[in-house]
């Protein structure tokens, strides 16, 4: 498979799954709750900045391994062929829900949005149960004893402080 091909499977995937989490839920959560907003709050503005941007450079960085580093996508349906544990992945197992949790806190601090704080924590509660219950098993399967042994090092959602290297 080339690597043009490998790539637009990786844009389909983006496309698929952040684009409507991080962008096309919370439009909708802001129209349905007849969203306004009433107070400019310089502080909360900040953070909220700092936040949405994070996670996504955070997403951003880790999307570049799965063609490179992963020969797959970040999609489920398509996942990859090689275990990843560079770059953000030597922090944390899975950086895109942690830049994904980042970028809607950040959302919901820009914008005060309580909706979209709401969908913040349903969204990383969703990923706490669906992770160890369904994604990890499939990578232990593909991956075996390295998945393993990266699990024993590498925290789940929050960051080591180090890289891991194996």
């Known amino acids: 498979m080339n ?11 983006v496309i698929a799954l952040p684009v409507p989490i991080c962008v096309i839920i919370p439009s909708i959560l802001l129209y349905v709750s007849d969203y306004h907003l009433e107070e400019f709050v310089p502080w909360r503005l900040a953070i909220g900045v700092v936040c949405f941007l994070a996670g996504l450079l955070l997403a951003v960085l880790t999307v570049r391994l799965f063609p490179k580093h992963g020969n797959g996508t970040p999609a489920p349906w398509d996942p990859t062929t090689r275990l990843i544990v560079s770059g953000p992945y030597a922090y944390v197992r899975n950086p895109m829900i942690t ?3 980042l970028m809607l806190t950040g959302e919901a601090l820009m914008l005060a949005s309580l909706a979209i704080g709401i969908w913040a924590v349903v969204f990383l ?7 160890p219950l ?16 990266y699990c024993k090092h590498v925290p789940r959602y929050i960051p080591r402080l180090t890289p891991w290297k194996p």
């Open 99 to 101: 830049g994904v949790v």
């Open 134 to 149: 369904s994604e990890e098993p499939g990578l232990r399967k593909r991956f075996g004893k390295a998945y393993d042994e």
């Open 125 to 131: 509660l969703i990923n706490m149960f669906y992770f």
């Open 3 to 13: 690597n043009k091909s490998l790539k637009y499977r990786v844009f389909k995937a």
